[in-house]
């Protein structure tokens, strides 16, 4: 059987990753996106292998790297998830078991909105609602990383944004070209972690990705 790989995209998060590494049950890779603290070391402590950018590119760019370093091991699937401990590894096993019942080639996580900051929360209900209408599947949560990805679809899409629009980005395509979205519940954890999101910036760039999306 080919084998699964866990991507995480990480940037500065040193304080967070070794208590997320210890808890994951598959091979790990991390991409250092330009991390200025001991990112890269922690990484390695905890036996992940690393792929670092020499800067910051956003987690778009991390996520494309990780992707093609996923299809050149071999790995079936990945399962992507987040570096400041919001993403419990303890589900990653619910991931592999409803991808064993389902023809969905994209699990997405699913976290309680009521147990969300209120900004999050209103970002998370806007930009769901928009992405299951403009992809006609149910997608509860589309700002989620906390994904499984058949490895037939990284094949297949061609992710082209750089920042976080392009979680948005990539459930778009790979709709496009067929593939089915599937959901899995997940915990909510906030506990403070600094987050590298810009609510207007953020909520702008998915805005012109959905408009530009209507003419590919």
Do not use: C, D, W, Y
């Given at each position: 059987m080919r084998p699964i790989l866990i991507l995480i995209p990480a940037f500065n998060a040193a304080k967070y990753l070794g208590a997320v590494l210890q808890k994951c049950p598959y091979p790990v890779l991390v991409i250092d996106d330009g991390s200025t603290d001991a990112t890269a070391a922690v990484a390695r402590q905890y036996g992940a292998r690393v792929l670092r950018h020499d800067r910051n590119r956003g987690k778009g760019a991390a996520l494309r790297s990780g992707f093609q370093a996923a299809l050149?091991?071999?790995a079936s699937a990945v399962i992507t998830l987040d570096a400041d401990?919001?993403?419990?590894?303890?589900?990653?096993?619910?991931?592999?078991?409803?991808?064993?019942?389902?023809t969905a080639a994209v699990l997405v996580g699913v976290r309680q909105r009521s147990a969300m900051p209120w900004a999050r929360r209103l970002s998370n209900s806007v930009t769901s609602a928009i992405l299951s209408w403009c992809t006609g599947e149910r997608i509860p949560d589309s700002q989620c990383g906390y994904r499984y990805i058949h490895s037939s679809v990284l094949e297949a899409v061609e992710l082209r944004s750089d920042r976080y629009q392009a979680e948005s980005e990539f459930?778009?395509?790979?709709?496009?070209?067929?593939?089915?979205?599937?959901a899995v519940p997940i915990s909510t954890v906030y506990a403070g972690e600094s987050s590298h999101i810009r609510h207007l910036r953020d909520t702008w760039n998915?805005?012109?990705l959905v408009v530009r999306s209507r003419f590919w």
């Open positions: 050149k091991s071999g401990g919001q993403h419990e590894p303890r589900f990653i096993p619910e991931f592999l078991l409803e991808a064993e019942r389902t459930l778009l395509r790979a709709v496009r070209l067929g593939f089915g979205i599937g998915f805005v012109q």
